[in-house]
């Protein structure tokens, strides 16, 4: 995966995130028919695997709430504060 692809994957996954499921629905279809023209097939049984676990779905809510998030942020904090400890 080049650096290009790696970005597009994230500015995907930030705007199906803040989709309503229906509109993610359609991003998905979009998707298949661009995998279709670009891979000439039907064949996109990949996309099967992808099934998300009830584990999943709870740290997507937790992680998409507020609480989530300043979790995050303290835990991004903390890292870049230990990064620059071991620096000095």
Do not use: C
Request: proline fraction near 1%; glycine fraction near 4%.
């Amino acid at each position: 995966m080049t650096v290009e692809t790696a970005n597009y994957e994230k500015k995907l996954v930030a705007i199906v995130r803040r989709l309503p499921a229906e509109r993610g629905k359609q991003l998905l279809d979009f998707a298949r028919f661009l995998a279709f023209e670009t891979f000439n097939t039907t064949d996109l049984d990949f996309l099967d695997n992808l099934v998300e676990t009830e584990t999943d779905a709870k740290w997507d809510t937790l992680l998409a709430s507020d609480e989530g998030q300043t979790a995050l942020d303290r835990l991004a904090d903390e890292a870049g504060s230990s990064a620059l400890n071991r620096e000095h």
